[in-house]
């Protein structure tokens, strides 16, 4: 009996992550697979299907022999759009079962054709009526003072006309570390943020954590950062006000992705009556000028 045992790659928190001794099943998550791979990876299994599908039908026809009324015999082609037009219920125009053998293939085909309609139909429409969020989220992290204090920066953008009510956002660092007793370990940390929700997400979203002496980034260093593999995790949930349906957005910041000494540059402009975002300027940056980057990863004043 074959291993079952296999090794699967995935990503997660913007690492690859690689897992051995499962239990691999190349059904099993069939049906998720189908939902969340890109459209154009979607309708290319599904044209090979198709194509597969028929042509298994089109070699059984011919193993039938002179089994289609019309049919050249011999040819494959007229087996496989007579397969085709089964497949689909569309009817046939000069070509038509003439045997008994041909009669039974053809309803097992015409049944297969109505499932697997329903079936793509099905994930389709799933596809499509599946609720996404398009949240524009800043490439890169900065830390920069704020009221003061050095903080840990980083800003979204709501990149649809409808706007997110009831906005929820989380921060979370992923380090790795050692136990007292000197094992590694992969450890998550919650960051405090000075606005966790908004009651409207319609423009533009800059996140603070303030690094003060309650903060698991207090004084840690850039080359810190790096040495744990850190990573900042961010989670945004909302309720999209066209579809009154949950929505959700991730973004992953990675050690060399966090900036120091620097801040965003300004691109909201208010008037008494808009508000105006320039989007060409959403991930620059520029030095701050207010501190030096270790003393701002220490936490000094």
Same mark, same amino acid.
């Given at each position: 009996m074959a291993d079952k045992r296999l090794t699967s790659t995935r990503h997660a928190f913007g690492r690859e992550i690689i897992s051995i001794g499962l239990d691999k099943d190349p059904l099993h998550d069939l049906y998720h697979t189908l939902l969340t791979m890109p459209w154009r990876s979607f309708f290319g299994v599904v044209l090979a299907g198709y194509l597969v599908v028929n042509s298994l039908f089109a070699l059984g026809y011919l193993a039938l022999g002179d089994a289609i009324l019309n049919a050249r015999p011999g040819s494959f082609l007229d087996c496989f759009f007579f397969s085709v037009q089964t497949l689909a219920t569309i009817g046939y125009g000069q070509m &038509?079962?003439? !045997?008994?053998? /041909?009669?039974?293939?053809?309803?097992? %085909? =015409?049944?297969?054709?109505?499932?697997?309609? /329903?079936?793509?139909?099905?994930?389709?429409? &799933?596809?499509?009526?599946?609720? !996404? /969020?398009?949240?524009l989220f800043s490439r890169v992290a900065v830390v920069s003072r704020y009221d003061g204090v050095p903080s840990l920066m980083f800003r979204m953008a709501n990149a649809r006309e409808k706007q997110i009510v009831e906005a929820r956002l989380r921060l979370a660092l992923l380090r790795n570390e050692r136990t007292l007793e000197g094992e590694p370990v992969r450890r998550l940390y919650d960051l405090k943020l000075r606005r966790s929700e908004?009651?409207?997400? =319609?423009?533009?979203?800059? &996140?603070? @954590?303030?690094? $003060?002496? $309650?903060?698991?980034?207090?004084?840690?260093?850039?080359?810190?950062l790096k040495e744990s593999l850190s990573d900042l995790v961010v989670s945004l949930t909302g309720v999209d006000e066209g579809l009154a349906q949950t929505i959700y957005a991730r973004y992953v910041y990675r050690a060399e992705d966090v900036r120091f000494a620097a801040r965003f540059v300004d691109i909201l402009r208010a008037t008494e009556d808009r508000s105006t975002i320039d989007f060409t300027n959403? @991930? %620059?940056?520029?030095?701050?000028?207010?501190? %030096?980057? @270790?003393? =701002? &990863? %220490?936490? /000094?004043s």
């Open positions: &038509a079962p003439r !045997t008994l053998g /041909a009669n039974i293939l053809m309803s097992l %085909e =015409a049944l297969l054709g109505i499932l697997g309609l /329903a079936i793509t139909t099905g994930l389709v429409f &799933a596809r499509f009526s599946r609720p !996404t /969020a398009r949240v908004q009651p409207l997400f =319609a423009l533009t979203w800059t &996140a603070v @954590h303030a690094i $003060d002496e $309650d903060s698991p980034l207090y004084g840690l260093t850039p080359s810190g959403f @991930h %620059e940056v520029v030095p701050s000028g207010e501190f %030096e980057v @270790h003393r =701002a &990863a %220490e936490g /000094a």
